[in-house]
C-alpha cells in the first residue's frame, strides 16, 4: 500500500467519527491545535528556517515566493487567532433548510452535512496548512494534506503538532493527514482517489491549477489564480485611487489577491500616472505599460500582449490607459482571472455598471483587492479562493465545505 493511500484511508475513517462529531468536540479541538501551536512556535519556525535556507540554495528562487514560505513568529498567532476565531463561527453541520410540507403531509427539506475527505494540494504557504485543516474540521471533514516540496519540514512540523492536538480531545488523529512524499507521482495518485476522496482543492499558480483539473479524476473545486484589477475612473479621488492602487500592488506581491494590472481612464491618465508610477518605482516595482501609460510618466517599459494575462505574484505591474469604463469592464472579463477586480470612482451608476457587469468572485468599488480573504470577510480563515461558478465561489468558508441531502419525515405515506 503506497503511503498516500495509506494516509487517505486514514483520514476516511476519521471522517466517519466527524461526521456525527458535536460543536463542542470539534470547538475543543481547535482551541486544543491553537495552544498547540502556540506552545510549540519554536519547533516549527526550526523547521521553516530548514525549508528557508534549502530554497536559497536554489537558483532562480523569487523574493516572493520565499515570503510565501517564511514563517514568523506574527504568522504563527495568525494562523493560532484564525484557529479562535473558527470556534465562535455558527457550525454549519446540521442546519436545517427549506423545510416544507406537501399536500401529502410528507416534510420534505435539506441539512447540511460534510463533505467527507477533503484532499488539498498547495504550494508554499504553511499557514494553510494550519487554515485547511481548522476549516475542514469545523465542518466535519477530514482533510488529506500535500504541500509542495518547498515547504515539507514545515508542514511535517505543523501537522505532527496538530494532530497531537486532535488526538488529546478524543478526536482521531486522522482527521489531519499528511502526505510526505515530495515526488510529483504522489501528486497524480491523489487526483484518482475516488474511493477515498470526496473532494481535492488545488491551491498555488497556473500550473498546478491547471494540472489538478486535466487530470483528477476526483471532483475539484477549482481555486484560480489571480490576475487581479484596479481601474482608475475618471470621477475618482485621486489621493484614494493611489492609496488603494500602492496597496494592493505592494502589500504583498505575493499573494493571489495583489493587483497585477492598473487601468486608468484617459481623462486622468496625465494627473494620475506621473505620480504613481514614480511612487511604484521608488517602491521597488517594475512598471510594464501601453503607449499612452509610456507617454504619461517615466520609467515604464513597453508591455506586451502576455502581460495583460500574467499574474507575476512579485512586484511587477502593467498599466494600461482606457477610454471608457466599458473599455475597462472589456479588458478585465478578457484578460482577468475571475478573481477580485475594483474600481475607484465617485459615481453611483458607474460603481454599480462595473460591480453588475464585471464576472469575477469578488468586484470591489474603493477598495482594495487584498481584502478577498475569508478572515477579511468574516468566515474565519479559507481553504481558498474560488473563481468558479459551481458550488462555492470567493473565499471558502465553512459552508463551501459542505453538502446537502434531502430529509424527508412522514407519518405512513405511500406512493
Known sequence: MSE???????????????????????NDALLSMAEALQNNQEEILAANAIDLDNLTKKEGYNKAFYDRLKLTGD???????????????????????GMQTRPNGLQV???????????????????????????????????????????????????????QAVAAVGLPAGT????????????????RLNTYLDVLIPRGGASLIKSVVENASVPVIETGTGNCHTFVDRSADLQMAEEIAFNAKTHRPGVCNAMETLLVHQDVAEDFLPGMVERLTVAGVEVRGCEKTQRSADNVVA???????????????????????????LHINKYGSKHSEAI???????????QSHVDAAAVYVNASTRFTDGGEFGLGAEMGISTQKLHARGPMGLTALTSTKFIINGDGQIR
Open 4 to 26: 498516500v493511500i495509506k494516509k487517505a484511508a486514514e483520514a476516511k475513517e476519521a471522517s466517519v467519527m466527524l461526521a456525527t462529531a458535536s460543536t463542542k468536540q470539534k
Open 75 to 97: 504568522r504563527v498567532l495568525g494562523m493560532v487567532e484564525g484557529l479562535r476565531e473558527l470556534v465562535g463561527l455558527p457550525d454549519p453541520i446540521g442546519e436545517v433548510m
Open 109 to 163: 427539506g435539506r441539512v447540511r452535512v460534510p463533505l467527507g475527505v477533503v484532499g488539498i494540494i498547495y504550494e508554499a504557504r504553511p499557514n494553510v496548512t494550519a487554515d485547511a485543516s481548522g476549516l475542514a474540521l469545523k465542518a466535519g471533514n477530514a482533510v488529506l494534506l500535500r504541500g509542495s516540496s518547498e515547504a515539507i519540514n514545515s508542514n511535517k512540523a505543523l501537522v505532527k503538532v496538530l494532530r
Open 176 to 191: 489531519i493527514t499528511l502526505v510526505e512524499e515530495t515526488d510529483r507521482s504522489a501528486v497524480m495518485e491523489m487526483m
Open 303 to 329: 508591455a506586451t500582449e502576455e502581460d495583460w494575462y500574467t499574474e507575476y505574484l512579485d512586484m511587477v505591474l502593467a498599466i494600461r490607459v482606457v477610454d471608457s469604463l466599458d473599455e475597462a469592464i
Open 344 to 354: 475607484v470612482t465617485s459615481e453611483y451608476h458607474n460603481a454599480r455598471v462595473f
